[in-house]
């Protein structure tokens, strides 16, 4: 399986690139390819108005990788980390434009929509955050506003890792041990339960099967 990490902050030694590098790391150790993508390298422009800047062969006309990334290496991949610093109790403004900036590539103007929808739907998502403070409510709103997106894209959120921090790298040594928890959940990334019932799911109501 591919695993692809979008890392959003722009500080590249920081903590939410740890995180999501030690999701990477766990699944290289379960045998799947991995790849990081720094988008603060990749995505220079935030999303303009399509009805005036969309070339006419319905192609974005905003010139950085974003084009690239989406394509060759969104699309293929079969889980995505979103990796992102806590910014006024959000995501950073690098991963939002990335959001976005699908809208460019969905809408019907795009040659090729219907593929990009469909190669978005049916992947495992993770959510990294680093953040200086420690209350859980500080990363509510990142949580909803990424389980929405998941749900949307029919992924499944299997996880959303918090690492303490501030300093560059401080991550490291916040004593829940984010990095092995990241870690873990990268290793267990496809097997990792995610479940989302309503009320005619069927179910046994043994959510882990005794051992025979
Ligand atoms: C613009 C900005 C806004 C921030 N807002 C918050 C915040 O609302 N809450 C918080 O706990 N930390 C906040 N922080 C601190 C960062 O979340 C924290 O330093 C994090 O570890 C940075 O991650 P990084 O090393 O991956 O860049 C903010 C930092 C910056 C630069």
């Not at 420690?134 to 499944?156: C, K, S, W």
Request: net charge negative.
């Amino acid at each position: 399986m591919k695993v692809l990490a979008l890392s959003s902050s722009p500080r590249k030694d920081g903590n939410s690139r740890l995180l999501a590098q030690s999701v990477l790391d766990g699944a290289a150790a379960g045998g799947h390819d991995v790849e990081l993508v720094d988008l603060a390298d990749t995505v220079t422009a935030p999303l303009r108005d399509c009805r005036v800047c969309r070339q006419e062969s319905g192609a974005c006309s905003i010139e950085d990788g974003y084009e690239h990334l989406i394509l060759n290496k969104v699309l293929p991949a079969d889980a995505i980390v979103y990796a992102t610093p806590l910014y006024w109790y959000g995501v950073s403004g690098q991963l939002k434009i990335f959001i976005d900036r699908i809208f460019c590539y969905m809408k019907s103007d795009y040659r090729d929509w219907e593929s990009v929808r469909d190669g978005l739907i049916g992947k495992r998502m993770v959510v990294a955050v680093s953040s200086e403070e420690t209350y859980p409510g500080a990363v509510a709103g990142i949580t909803a506003q990424m389980q929405e997106f998941a749900r949307y894209l029919h992924n499944d959120l299997v996880g959303v890792l918090r690492g303490i921090g501030n300093t560059r790298g401080e991550v490291e040594r916040d004593p829940s041990r984010p990095l092995d928890q990241a870690f873990e959940l990268g290793a267990r990334l496809f097997e990792e339960r995610s479940t989302d019932y309503r009320v005619d799911t069927s179910r046994s109501g043994v959510v882990w099967p005794t051992p025979l």
